[in-house]
Structures are given as C-alpha cells and as structure tokens.
C-alpha cells in the first residue's frame, strides 16, 4: 500500500514538475549556506546564484538597498505551458532602492542571459564602469549562441547607467545589447520596456546580428535613454520590430563615426511610433531616425523630433543593396538640422519612399536643406513621394532643396510657407502661414507638440489630397476617413 501511494506521488511530481520556489539574496546579512528560500535564510554572492540550476517559476529575489561586484549569469529556463509563459523571474524585496550589480569593468557584461529561455528581469540598477574604456563591454547582454530559437526574454524598469564600452562602431559597447549567431539562431518574443539608460557607451539599447534568420516578435517600449555616446535605439536583423513610446536624449554625444537616435538595418516590417527624440549631436550622421540600407517596409510615424543637429530623418543604401518602400508619416520635426546638415537626407539607394502629412518647422536662424538627395556607391533615390506635408519657415530663416542624381521623385498637396529655395520649377510657395497654437520653439515633452497643432481659430486651414493608406487618425490621435481631403501637415484643427 505504501510503494503504491510513493508511485502515485512520483507520478504527479513528474507530471507537474519541480514546485517552483523563490531565492532570497542580501547582500549585508545573506549567507550562501542558507537555503535562500525566507528573507531570515537568504543567499549573500552573486557566485551562489550563478551556481544554481533554475526552473520554471522560480524566482530570484535581490534585496532592496543592497549592492553586489561581479557579473550575474544565471542558469536554467523557464518554459511554455500552451499559450502561457512560465518564466523563471529576477526582481526586488522588501522596501528601498533598487538593488544594484556593478560590473566595475572587471566582466564583460554585469548581467549575461546566455542561451536561456523565458526569462523576466525587472527593477534591478545596473553599471558596468571601469577605469578605461574596453571594446564590447556592456550592461546588460542577452546573447543566443548556436542554440536555434531563443524564446521569451523580457526585461522591465531596469535602470541602466554609467557603461563605458567602447565608442567605435566595429567594438560598439552599450546599455542594453542582445545579439544571436550561430546558425539558424534568432529571438522570439524579446521585449524591453520601460526601462532608463543613461550615459553609456557606445549605444544605448541595442541589436547585432549576423546574417542568420531574423528574430521577430522584438518590442522596445516605454524606455528612457540620455547622454548616450552613439546610437540610441538600433534593431539590425528583425522582422515586425516594434519601437515605440521611447525618449532618446543627446544620442551620438561622444562618438566620432556615423550614429543616429533609432533606427533599424538589415530589417522588414519595422514600426517606430509615438517616440520623441532629441539633442542628437553631429552630422555624421546625426538624425533623430533613418531608415537604413538592407531595410524593406519601415514605417515612421508619429513621432516627434526636434533640435537634432543632424536633422530629421536618413533614407539611405549603398548602390550594392537596397532600401525600399519606408513610410514616413504625420510626424513632427522642429528646428531639427543644422547649416550644415539637412531635414532629411536621402543618401544613395532608395525606392518608393513615401513621405506624407509631417509638419516640418525650421527656426529663425535656420538655412538648411530640407531636402537633400546624394549617391553613395552609385546608388540614388528613385520614386519618392512627397505628399500633404507642412513645411514652414520662420522669420530669418530659408528651407532649401539640394537634388542629386534622384529619379522619380515627384510633390503633391504640400504647402511650402516663408523662405524656400531650390523647389522644383512649378512648386507654388505660400505667402501665408498657416496659424499654429504656437509658439513656435520646440520643447521636451510629448505633450508640447500641441503647439504645433493647428489653431482652432484657423477655419481655412488649408487641405491635401485624400490617401487612401492614411493610418486611420493623425499625429494627435484624431480619426481619419480615408474618403474626406485632410488638413496638411501632421494634425488635423
């Protein structure tokens, strides 16, 4: 009777698997041969916890206020159950600030996630400071190496600061990096939300790939980053990537290559929405977004841009590859571009790009291209569009349109106020500007682009041309029939 109860037993322990548990982590009062499963037995080392083989459901608990050196590079996976994610979990206990890992540049990466599934990182503070700079050292690394799919990776509210990696693009360091290699090796359902980035080296979140198979399923949502040396926000081999609702602030402060607030290479499908980004430093290349080469379908919209030195937005490909069909729609860019630089800058090959109903607004001392098309490889844009867009000059200032070797590129329904030069023979420019709830200066914030909004006084605010592909509502969230003519610009009155 008692073998027979002791089998049944077996039985469900191996239908159900291992009960999950939580492991406590103090680091002042911890002691690593405690069982770690109460607060009053906690662990104290990271080394005890990267010894350890986790479960699904298990859950890692650091101590608030607490501090730890090192590297932490957990074990084991969670899994899927159906539909349900059980995932094994690193977060807080008790009350106080985050609790903090510094990697004092001593390791590579402070938190490594290597070739492990379906976990969730939340509400950590994470450095990786050392006293010299070293080539691909970051904060956080979620690294699949070899091992097929890596499914579920979630990381939220962590606090990422002070990285200092290496500032050239070929040894790139960062805030927030994932990387797949190894063949047929890619992500599946990566997210990254709602998490703050500061002062690290060279990018602030940020992807590498190899040319395998393209993750999907890669969300980047919420988060905060400033004062980050290059890149702000890069996917590089994704398909149906989605970054939105971000704040990049002073991208490229300290690099001396090419670098950019968000963008994607070597992607399909990508869609960068509701972010703001400004402070962008340089010209090289210095935008708040670009659609780069290797690149098919991205779509920019409602976003808000504004004192990037740079400029707007980069189309760009070498004659050897490709850029096609990126949309760029009912965004708002203000004072974006210096003399030297441009708005947007079309450089070398690109097809069938589609700008239509962004507001564009250049400050009194503003003399910049607003376009600007140049080869690069003997590549050059061919069939770009430009429709029912906003662009306004203030006093003192001239918007100006330096064509290259482009193709095709053709204007529609715009409406260009003040000081512009350089527009194609035909292109009618208005001596009235259309009223704004103004001022006119940009601010930090997304909500100060309500300023840029028509004025509710302006019943004659002028309208384009109906597109049928609109979006369904405007940069404010205002509903749009695809039927009736839109006001010009990003807003509708």
Not at 157 to 180: M, P, T, W
Not at 181 to 187: I, V
Not at 473 to 485: E, I, N, S, V, Y
Request: charged fraction near 25%.
């Amino acid at each position: 009777m008692h073998a027979t109860r002791f089998a049944f037993a077996l039985c469900l322990l191996l239908a159900g698997g291992v009960q999950a548990r939580d492991y406590h982590v103090d680091s002042t009062a911890g002691n690593d041969s405690a069982p770690g499963t109460t607060p009053a037995q906690a662990w104290k080392s990271l080394e005890k916890v990267n010894a350890t083989e986790f479960t699904a459901g298990d859950r890692i608990l650091f101590k608030a206020g607490g501090r730890w050196s090192g590297q932490l590079h957990p074990k084991g996976s969670g899994r899927a159950n159906g539909p349900k994610v059980e995932p094994i979990t690193i977060t807080r206990y008790g009350e106080g600030t985050l609790p903090r890992i510094d990697g004092e540049g001593k390791v590579p990466d402070t938190v490594l996630l290597e070739n492990i599934q379906y976990w969730e990182v939340t509400d950590l503070e994470i450095t990786n400071q050392g006293p010299e700079t070293a080539p691909w050292r970051t904060g956080v690394r979620i690294l699949a190496d070899g091992i097929g799919t890596m499914n579920y990776i979630a990381l939220r509210r962590l606090y990422v600061h002070d990285v200092n990696g290496d500032l050239r693009k070929s040894n790139e360091g960062c805030g927030i990096f994932f990387e797949a290699k190894g063949r047929g090796t890619f992500f599946d359902r990566l997210l990254i939300e709602n998490c703050k980035v500061e002062r690290t080296d060279r990018n602030g979140i940020c992807q590498r790939g190899h040319g395998g198979p393209h993750s999907r399923s890669v969300i980047i949502r919420g988060n905060t980053l400033d004062d980050i040396g290059g890149d702000g926000i890069k996917l590089w081999g994704t398909d149906g990537g989605l970054i939105e609702k971000n704040i990049v602030r002073k991208a490229r402060a300290r690099a001396k290559d090419a670098s950019a607030g968000i963008w994607p290479f070597d992607c399909n499908d990508t869609v960068i929405q509701f972010n703001e980004v400004s402070g962008t430093l340089g010209t090289l290349d210095g935008q708040g977004f670009d659609s780069d080469y290797a690149c098919r379908r991205t779509l920019i919209q409602y976003n808000y841009s504004h004192d990037n030195e740079g400029g707007f937005i980069l189309i760009c490909g070498p004659g050897n590859s490709f850029n096609s069909d990126t949309i760029i729609r009912y965004n708002i860019s203000v004072h974006d571009g210096v003399d030297s630089a441009r708005v947007f800058h079309f450089g070398g090959k690109s097809t069938n790009t589609r700008v239509y109903h962004n507001t564009i607004v250049l400050g009194p001392r503003q003399k910049v291209p607003v376009l600007l098309f140049t080869d690069w490889d003997k590549g050059f844009a061919e069939g770009a569009t430009f429709t029912n867009n906003l662009v306004i000059t203030s006093e003192g200032g001239k918007a100006l349109y330096k064509f290259g070797p482009d193709k095709g590129t053709t204007f529609e329904g715009n409406v260009f106020a003040g000081v512009h030069e350089g527009l194609p023979a035909g292109t009618a420019v208005s001596k009235t500007v259309p009223k704004l709830k103004g001022p006119l200066e940009p601010a930090d914030g997304f909500a100060s682009a309500e300023r840029f909004k028509p004025a509710a006084t302006d019943r004659n605010f002028p309208r384009g041309n109906v597109i049928k592909d609109n979006g369904g509502r405007d940069f404010f969230g205002k509903p749009l029939r695809p039927t009736d003519r839109p006001a010009i610009g990003a807003a509708e009155p």
